[in-house]
């Protein structure tokens, strides 16, 4: 092993005990506390707080609205409300805003949180068909009430449905989605607090982790499998690996919530793994990208443009993704981007100044569009790749002309406190250990945390821009980026997705919706509403 890569490899063995450490303390400190009798009840389950008996009407769908549809209505039209109170709603909605409001401040006295001061936004649709379930604003408790719900904004239309299994060619998709609007703190917060990590995040975690361990044994025994082969030794090995393989594949999967139902289509998609052999190939891309053999189509004619994930490459970020969208009939490319180092295959990617990494994305995108002659693209990233990267080449590098949609997966739009790491910097020991290791991974770490300066220069002069539909994709268990309101975008042509409003018990992290059957059934009917994206569809709609 050469210098370099054991350098490296000590720098992430490192960062693993710290966040090892932070975890342990957070589940220790929720043992405690659970053991403890509260002399005011729980706070997160009272009948004042926006937490308690939230509205979730059946059958929500998403909405991704175009900004040369429709004029809205006055009400739609007036953008995000601040509060309760901002609104000019009725003296009833004011009376439970005030409650709601008196509850949260119970739970910060308990809590003793010191968090970012919070904004509202306010998402609206006008696509025909669909209906305004709830309007009225509320205040979001901070993120120490773990069961805190936002307020939401729900679609409903004929064609909403739960999707549970990943859509074919024959399926239609009718993914059940949820427009929702909850608050989103403020970016531009005083010094980052030390907080430990809440029961959800560590939900997330483990299931990541566990994902993680998983995967490893399954790409072990599937390519120990196919090195001996169903007649060496009698089979003996074959059968043996094959069965370790089939057994963490089930385990991963039921870590995410992932049903275990055969895909179908000419690329495989193996839902809840990450291929392991990716990490040491990193310039090639998964199944189903890069295809020359499959181009953009009259039904399909824009490519899809897919962007992994702070540290990540594409073959470990699109195993799951890149496949399921050549199956439905897309274009797809993947590309590697943020590379700190001269080497091409080095296995840790997109962790450079996320402006460089910007300029990459506006080359590849010029790339794609001269090849197959498109108009414009679509982005679906995770992570970094969802959120503040594309944000940068659409806000500040005019990327908006290019861009037909954007879909952020897990996105990293306004910031994370990394489930509290962040407040680690201020310590005498940790914090120097933790300042070393982000500047050495790369840049990208640092402007994606809390209050960075650099989200200002990228969401300054607004969240969107004119002529893209956005919708973010978001687990209340993320782990990395939390809140998890951070992710969320303010726009009047924007639909946020909570997966747990659509599947409460869904255990999926950070890094498991990337892998969900469920998440990719929703990105596919969010492909399909948009009309430059599925001309056909929409004509075939139209007609009938």
Not at 34 to 51: E, K, L, N, V
Not at 241 to 251: F, G, P, R
Not at 339 to 358: G, K, M, W
């Amino acid at each position: 092993m050469s210098t370099r890569s054991f350098y490296w490899w000590l720098r992430l063995t490192v960062a693993a005990f710290v966040l090892s450490a932070w975890v342990a303390v957070g589940l220790s400190s929720g043992i405690a506390k659970a053991d403890d009798p509260s002399p005011s009840g729980d706070t997160s389950t009272s009948a004042g707080s926006p937490a308690s008996n939230p509205s979730k009407p059946d059958g929500p769908k998403l909405s991704a609205e175009k900004p040369d549809g429709p004029k809205l209505s006055a009400e739609k039209a007036d953008g995000p409300k601040l509060s309760a109170e901002k609104a000019g709603t009725t003296a009833e909605s004011t009376s439970q805003a005030d409650d709601s409001n008196a509850a949260a401040k119970k739970t910060d006295a308990a809590s003793g949180s010191d968090d970012p001061p919070q904004r509202h936004t306010r998402q609206s649709s006008h696509q025909p068909g669909s209906t305004i379930a709830s309007t009225k604003p509320a205040t979001l408790a901070k993120p120490a009430a773990d069961d805190s719900e936002p307020s939401t904004t729900s679609t409903t239309s004929q064609r909403a449905a739960v999707v549970s299994t990943p859509p074919t060619d024959s399926q239609p998709v009718a993914a059940k989605l949820a427009s929702i609007a909850p608050a989103v703190p403020s970016t531009t917060s005083g010094g980052n607090t030390i907080r430990l990590p809440q029961p959800r995040e560590v939900v997330g975690l483990v299931s990541d982790v566990g994902v993680v361990a998983m995967s490893a044994v399954w790409t072990l025994a599937d390519t120990t499998a196919q090195i001996f082969g169903p007649h060496s030794f009698f089979g003996a090995p074959y059968a043996l690996a094959t069965a370790v393989a089939n057994a963490a594949a089930a385990v991963s999967r039921s870590l995410i919530g992932a049903p275990a139902t055969a895909s179908t289509g000419p690329f495989p998609v193996n839902y809840g793994l990450i291929d392991g052999l990716s990490f040491f190939n990193p310039q090639k891309p998964p199944p189903g990208a890069n295809d020359p053999s499959i181009t953009v189509t009259p039904e399909h004619p824009l490519p899809i443009i897919l962007i992994n994930g702070t540290i990540a490459t594409q073959g470990e970020n699109w195993g799951v993704g890149a496949p399921v969208l050549a199956n439905a009939g897309y274009k797809v490319y993947t590309f590697n981007y943020g590379n700190v180092t001269n080497d091409p295959n080095f296995p840790i990617q997109a962790t450079d100044d996320i402006r460089q990494s910007a300029q990459q994305l506006s080359d590849e995108v010029n790339k794609v569009l001269e090849e197959t002659g498109a108009p414009k693209v679509i982005l679906i990233g995770h992570s970094q790749g969802g959120g503040i990267l594309p944000a940068y080449y659409i806000n500040n590098l005019d990327g908006a002309d290019k861009v037909s949609q954007l879909i952020g997966i897990a996105p990293s739009n306004h910031g994370t406190d990394a489930s509290g790491l962040i407040g680690l910097q201020g310590l005498p020991i940790l914090g120097p250990l933790v300042i070393a290791f982000a500047n050495a991974v790369g840049p990208a770490l640092e402007q994606q945390s809390l209050g960075n300066a650099f989200q200002q220069e990228v969401y300054g002069n607004g969240d969107t821009r004119p002529g893209v539909l956005y919708t973010t994709i978001i687990s209340k268990n993320d782990e990395i980026v939390t809140p998890y309101t951070q992710q969320l975008l303010d726009g009047p042509a924007v639909t946020n997705v909570v997966l747990q409003d659509l599947y409460p018990n869904l255990p999926a992290g950070h890094l498991g919706v990337v892998l969900s059957p469920q998440v990719w059934s929703i990105v596919l009917d969010a492909l399909a509403s948009n009309q430059a994206a599925n001309p056909l569809q929409q004509n075939e709609a139209l007609v009938a």
